[in-house]
C-alpha cells in the first residue's frame, strides 16, 4: 500500500529520533541510510522493530530470522518501515545454571531495547520457553503496541512405530533404563527421532504452553499457537502479523488495552483446558505485575479448578502439537470455553477483534484430540494450589499429569538438601525409599538453585522403578519442565534458601498431602517446627556472576512470579534524552 502522512493521527515516536533537519535528526537518519535506505522512509511512516530471539544456540528459535523475512514482508506492505533488532536469547537447553536465571535479564534488556530505540511498534518473534515471557514482559513495561509471533512446535518425533514427544520421551526413557526396560543404544537411537525438524517442543511443555498464553491474552493473531514450524501457514501467519502491527501502530493499540484482568482469566482456564505448564504460573504472574494487575496465586487455584483438561497431548495425553494445529488448534479450546461460560469474549485481541469474534467460526476436526467436555481427560484439570504449614504462601501441583490414587497421601519424607545430594544418593540400593515414600528437596528456589532449575520432577529411585512403579509423591521449591509429569508438587513458598519451613523437614518426618482440599501439611508438632526453624541458618554464599549478584539481591518468590522487585509495574516508553 502507498505511505501517507495523513493516514496517522499523531506524531509518532520515531520521529523524535528522524523529524526535522537538526543535527541529531541528520545524525540518526544518516548513520543509518549506509544501509541503503531512501530518504522518504524517514518521512513519518512507523517504524516496527522485529524483536528477534534468534540464535545458533537456542534450538527452537534456529529457524526465526527466516520468520522475520515474512514478518518484513507485511510491514512493507502496510505502509511500515521494518527493522529487525537481535534481542536477548535465554535458551532452555544451553544456559546455566538454568535459563529461568535470565529471564529477567533478557525483560530488562528487551525493555531497554524498546524504550531506547526509534520504534513504534514491535513483533516479538519469540519460541523457546523463557523467549516469550520475557519479550511479553518488556514490552508490558513499555506499553509500546505489541503482537507475538512464535516460530511454532517441531513435527511430531516417531520411533519405533510410537510417537516420541519432545522432552517427555526423555524423561520415560531415563526412567526406563534404570528400570532395566531399555538399553543406553536404544536411548541413543531414540535420540534424532526426538528432533527431526525446526520449532520447540512438539508436547504441550512450556514453550507450547506459553504460546498458548500468548493467544489467550489476545496478544497472537487467533490460530497462531499450535501451526507446526516448518508449516507454510506459519509463514502466512508471520506475513499477516506484520501487516496487523503496522494497523495497531495507527489505532494506538498497545499491550495495556490488550492484556486486561479479563484476559489473564481467560489464558488461566485456558492453561487448565491445555493440561498446560506449570512454569505458565511463574511467567503470568510476572506478566501481570509489570501490567500492574493483581494476579495471585489464589486466583490460579479459583479460576482453574472447575476447567476440564479436553487436550489430548503429551505429557498428560496421547498427542503431540501437530496433531493439535489439524484439530482445530487453540481457537477449538477457546471456543469450547466460551461455550461453557468459562471465557470473557469480550475481552479485546491485538486483531482489535474481541475473542468471541476471533473463536465463533472455530471447527473441531478431531474429539479424541480436543475432547469434548462430557469426555474430558481430567474433570478438574487447572493448576491446584496447595498450602498449609508446609507451603504458607502456596505451593502448585498439576493434576493433569499427576497419579489419581496418590492425589491423598501421607508418607514418610526422603530428603535431599539440594540437587547434588538428591545425584548422590538417588541410586543407592541401601537408601531408605519405597513407593510409598514422599521425596522432598530443598534449596532449588529462585535464591537457592539460583535461578529455580526444572529439577523438581526427581526421576525415582532405581528400586522403586524396578517393581513397576512410575509415580511418586515429589516435593521441592524447584520447577519442572512443562515435558514432565508425574504428582510433582512445586514452587513450595517460601523457599527453603530464605528460610521457609521446606528448609527444616527431616528425612523420616511424615508429610499429608490432600489435594481435592489443597492441603500440604508437615506433620510435626508446631512447637518442634518453630524451634527447627530458629535454629535455621542460610547456606554460605558462593562466588557470583556480577549479575547474580544483582539476582540474588532482588529476585521475588515463586508465588508472585520470580521477577526483580524493581521491575514490577509499567515504566512507559518516553523518549530518553538526546545525547548528541
Known sequence: MAFSKAQWPRRLRSQEWYSGTSRDAIYHRGWLKN????????????????????SD??????????????????????????????????????????????????????????????????????????TTPSLLMGAASTDIPSIVVTGGPMLNGWFRGERVGSGT??????????????????????????????GSCNTMGTASTMASMAEALGMALSGNAAIPAVDARRRVMAQLSGRRIVEMVKDDLKPSDVMTRAAFENAIRTNGAIGGSTNAVVHLLALAGRVGLDVTLEDWDRLGRDVPTIVNLMPSGKYLMEEFFYAGGLPVVLRSLLEGGKLHGDALTVSGRTMAEEVAEAKNWNEDVIRPVDKALTAQGGIAVLKGNLAPDGAVLKPSAASEHLMVHRGRAVVFEDIDDY??????????????????????????????????????????????????????????????????????????????????????????????????????????????????????????????????????????????????????????????
Open 35 to 54: 544501509q541503503g535506505y531512501p530518504h522518504d522512509l524517514f518521512d513519518g511512516r512507523p517504524v516496527i522493530g522485529i524483536l528477534n530471539t534468534w
Open 57 to 130: 544456540l537456542t534450538p527452537c528459535n534456529g529457524h526465526l530470522r527466516e520468520i522475520a523475512e515474512k514478518v518484513k514482508a507485511g510491514i512493507w506492505e502496510a505502509g511500515g518501515f521494518p527493522v529487525e533488532v537481535p534481542v536477548f536469547s535465554a535458551s532452555e537447553n544451553t544456559y546455566r545454571p538454568t535459563a529461568m536465571m535470565f529471564r529477567n535479564l533478557a525483560a530488562m534488556a528487551v525493555e531497554e531495547a524498546m524504550r531506547g530505540q526509534p520504534i513504534d511498534g514491535a513483533v516479538l518473534l519469540v519460541g523457546c520457553d523463557k
Open 169 to 198: 520421551a526423555l524423561w520415560q526413557m531415563s526412567e526406563a533404563i534404570k528400570a532395566g526396560e531399555m538399553t543406553p543404544d536404544e536411548f541413543l537411537e531414540a535420540e534424532q527421532a526426538m528432533s527431526r525438524s525446526s
Open 423 to 580: 545425584k548422590a544418593r538417588i541410586n543407592d540400593e541401601a537408601l531408605e525409599i519405597d513407593e510409598t515414600s514422599i521425596m522432598v528437596m530443598k534449596n532449588c528456589g529462585p535464591r537457592g538453585y539460583p535461578g529455580m532449575a526444572e529439577v523438581g520432577n526427581m526421576g525415582l529411585p532405581p528400586k522403586v522403578l524396578r517393581k513397576g512403579i512410575k509415580d511418586m509423591i515429589r516435593i521441592s521449591d524447584a520447577r519442572m519442565s512443562g515435558t514432565a509429569y508425574g504428582t510433582v508438587i512445586l514452587h513450595t513458598s517460601p523457599e527453603a534458601a530464605v528460610g521457609g519451613p521446606l528448609a527444616i523437614v527431616q528425612t523420616g518426618d511424615f508429610i499429608e498431602v490432600d489435594v481435592p482440599n489443597r492441603r500440604l501439611h508437615l506433620d510435626v508438632p508446631d512447637a518442634e517446627i518453630a524451634e527447627r526453624l530458629a535454629q535455621w541458618t542460610p547456606l554460605p554464599d558462593q562466588p557470583q556472576s556480577g549479575y547474580a549478584r544483582l539476582y540474588l539481591d532482588h529476585v521475588q518468590g515463586a508465588d508472585t512470579g520470580a521477577d526483580f522487585d524493581f521491575l514490577v509495574g509499567c515504566r512507559g516508553n518516553e523518549v530518553p534524552r538526546e545525547s548528541h
